[in-house]
């Protein structure tokens, strides 16, 4: 029986087709049929939707073969109860989509059947909540399976919770923690010491306190004591109040004692120095008033570089470079120290050529030099010797074997296709490897990702030189990376056939971590030296600086600098009023004001106490510096805002108009002249100097 829709119905399903959802009619008795499917079922699913019969298999296509008995069996439900389920779709292009069902069965008085229900696309929040639960599930996983140790506390300072890898590391059971305080588990003399920080930590009255990189000793369960870095920072519930304190620890135990062992090390260093055979400078940069490098003054020298130039009987501290010897300063020696130092690139030349004196016979160094701060630290060995006599090195290579397995530094030896094949016994100390576990490995898939192409550069460089230096990162037993200087030679057979390459590994580590320091430490100085600590804005010596170049660029004599000059009235008013505090805030708000009304290519300073000025280049009237001027003073037509009070005060300006050649720091005495005239004048105005363009009407 076929059911002819009456006219509200047709109304209705011309309704329905405007509706981004997908609607359907499913009838179950007497027979199995689509009766209506919208056409949003077009942009779900790629499927014709349409009044009548719909091809109930083509639509079933849609489900995987595992839901479709589902779906069938769902109109055995109870008649008018709402059905809701949730099915995997495939489109017509064989993309697989989430979509959310609502139905009811209905019966009709003629006794058939029908199932109505709605579709709807759900396959971003089916991903975003499948992502949700992985992402919960991976924090815990770290959670439980991190070396360091996280832990929470209270408000009341009890542990609440701990990571397993407490047990690890310390020998304590969970459970041996929870509910007791972290501090009892200190060393006493690091508990009695780290409480103030502590008592901050969990106090009311500094919100948000943090401890950072601190260093303790924390007993173990064995009754021995290792040496941790932590961390520490509250948190807080929705009402602000503190919800408890989330800690981690990292063990540094054995850093503890490598540092107990620096001290030593650093005295045993001065011993090694003096007791080189290869002579060892430290040079210090000499630059010019515009910071050119001119030449290089001996800071240090270590008894054997004293030796090398005898015609300095009372050493070579004191020395200048391009003096004590000459042969090196004419050559391109110092443009090469020069680049190590303003490039930061190690300097690494073998079998490098020195001009002999008269007399002499030609000098050949392998050189060695690193930056120290504005310097440079070299070391050169006389190879003249063997550079005659190198087919003597073959016979030397069990004594460069003895020295590679017991050197500091790592030594390694590889295949052409980057297979490790040997690797000293001193990777263990500094990156936990034994080399049984790196033998036979590639050497690229222990590089940090983002270093790789740089060493696959430098390995191609190979092809057509004997040598090559790089730095990269190298990944540690931990799973941790650590930065190496490599310097890589290739290995030869007695025809000249490259067979395999060797490379000496140099930890620095610490030398790229004092490099980066260096870097967010000069950024640091050169802003507080321009920039005013209260207000943030340009300091005084660095509006002279923009001054000066202002009045250089100018192009034409009708062009000016409108100079003014601002003054907070009655500042020191509010000081006794209100504290120092609220006239400090008046400050600041009144100086992010004045920034934001002045024009764009105009430069603010504080020049001192309660005082400001504009720079503002291309004045070409005085009714343009009149009209920066209002601009400025309309700064102050509200109240400052300090805790409960409202602050009210006015500016007073004065305007000068300097032209190119111009002195600035006259200009800026016109300016201030004009300021107090302003303020003679009743304050909260502006007055221009006399001897400028007239003032504006």
């Not at 489900?63 to 489109?91: F, W």
């Not at 697989?96 to 709605?118: E, I, K, M, N, Y």
């Not at 948190?235 to 063990?251: K, P």
Request: overall charge negative; charged content about 25%; aromatic content about 6%.
């Amino acid at each position: 029986m076929h059911h002819n829709p009456s006219d509200p119905e047709r109304r209705a399903i011309e309704a329905l087709a405007h509706i981004a959802d997908v609607v359907y009619s499913l009838q179950t008795v007497p027979t199995l049929r689509i009766e209506y499917l919208s056409p949003a079922a077009v942009e779900l699913l790629g499927s014709a939707g349409a009044e009548g019969g719909v091809d109930l298999d083509q639509v079933l296509g849609h489900l995987a073969e595992a839901d479709r008995d589902l779906v069938l069996a769902v109109p055995a439900g109870d008649d008018g109860n709402a059905h809701d389920i949730e099915l995997p779709m495939i489109t017509r292009d064989g993309r697989t989509l989430w979509t959310s069902h609502r139905f009811r069965r209905v019966r009709r008085a003629d006794g058939s059947a029908v199932l109505h229900g709605t579709a709807r696309d759900i396959t971003l929040q089916h991903q975003a909540d499948m992502e949700h639960a992985a992402l919960q599930a991976n924090y815990r996983l770290l959670a439980d399976n991190a070396m360091d140790i996280v832990c929470l506390s209270g408000p009341d300072r009890a542990l609440r919770w701990v990571s397993p890898s407490v047990t690890e590391v310390f020998g304590w059971e969970v459970s041996d923690l929870l509910g007791h305080e972290l501090a009892e588990f200190v060393h006493p003399d690091d508990r009695i010491e780290s409480e103030p920080n502590r008592a901050l930590l969990y106090s009311p009255a500094m919100p948000g306190f943090p401890l950072r990189n601190y260093v303790i000793r924390v007993l173990t369960k064995d009754g021995r004591q290792r040496w941790v870095s932590g961390r520490a920072t509250p948190f807080f519930d929705q009402a602000g109040q503190l919800a408890g304190v989330v800690s981690g620890f990292h063990d540094v135990d054995e850093l503890m004692a490598s540092t107990e062992l620096a001290s030593a090390e650093r005295a045993k260093l001065r011993l090694i120095l003096d007791s080189m055979l290869d002579p060892h400078v430290l040079l210090r940069g000499m630059r010019d008033e515009v910071g050119r490098l001119i030449d290089f003054e001996v800071t240090d020298a270590n008894p054997a570089a004293n030796a090398y130039f005898p015609a300095y009987p009372d050493g070579l501290i004191g020395q200048r470079f391009t003096r004590f010897e000459p042969s090196l300063a004419n050559s391109d020696w110092f443009g090469r120290l020069a680049d190590v130092v303003d490039g930061d690139a190690p300097l690494a030349i073998d079998d490098a050529r020195v001009e002999p004196h008269p007399g002499e016979e030609c000098r050949y160094v392998d050189v060695r030099g690193v930056t120290v701060e504005d310097g440079i630290s070299v070391v050169w060995h006389d190879n003249t010797e063997r550079h005659h006599v190198a087919s003597a090195l073959a016979e030397s290579s069990a004594l460069y074997h003895a020295l590679a397995e017991n050197a500091s530094d790592v030594v390694a030896m590889g295949n052409i296709d980057g297979t490790l094949r040997w690797v000293s016994p001193s990777v263990a100390s500094i990156l936990g490897w034994s080399p049984e576990q790196l033998v036979g490995r590639q050497f690229d898939e222990l590089v940090h990702p983002d270093d790789r192409h740089q060493v696959s550069a430098a390995h191609d460089e190979l092809v057509t030189r004997m040598a090559h230096q790089y730095e990269a990162r190298f990944a540690t037993a931990s799973g941790q990376y650590h930065w190496f200087s490599f310097r890589v030679r290739q290995i030869t057979d007695d025809e000249g056939t490259v067979t395999g390459r060797v490379a000496a590994w140099h930890d620095i580590q610490a030398e790229v971590h004092a490099r980066d320091e260096l870097v967010a430490t000069q950024r640091q100085l050169r802003h507080q030296a321009t920039h005013d600590t209260l207000t943030g804005l340009s300091n005084r010596r660095e509006l002279l600086v923009r001054a000066r170049a202002m009045l250089d660029e100018l192009a034409t004599a009708r062009e000016h600098v409108g100079v003014l000059f601002i003054d907070v009235d009655r500042l020191k008013q509010i000081n006794d009023a209100h504290g120092h505090a609220a006239g400090d805030e008046t400050l600041v708000v009144l100086g992010a004001r004045i920034a934001e009304r002045i024009r764009r290519s105009d430069v603010l300073a504080r020049f001192g106490g309660d005082e400001f000025v504009v720079l503002a280049p291309g004045i070409r009237s005085a009714d343009e510096a009149a009209k920066v001027a209002r601009a400025v003073i309309s700064a102050a037509d509200s109240p400052v805002q300090f805790e409960h009070e409202q602050i009210v005060t006015t500016l007073s300006v004065g305007v000068a108009l300097a032209s190119k050649g111009d002195d600035p720091s006259l200009a800026l005495r016109r300016a201030d002249n004009a300021m107090y005239a302003a303020k003679k004048a009743g304050r909260n105005q502006y007055a221009f100097h006399d001897g400028d363009l007239a003032e504006p009407s």
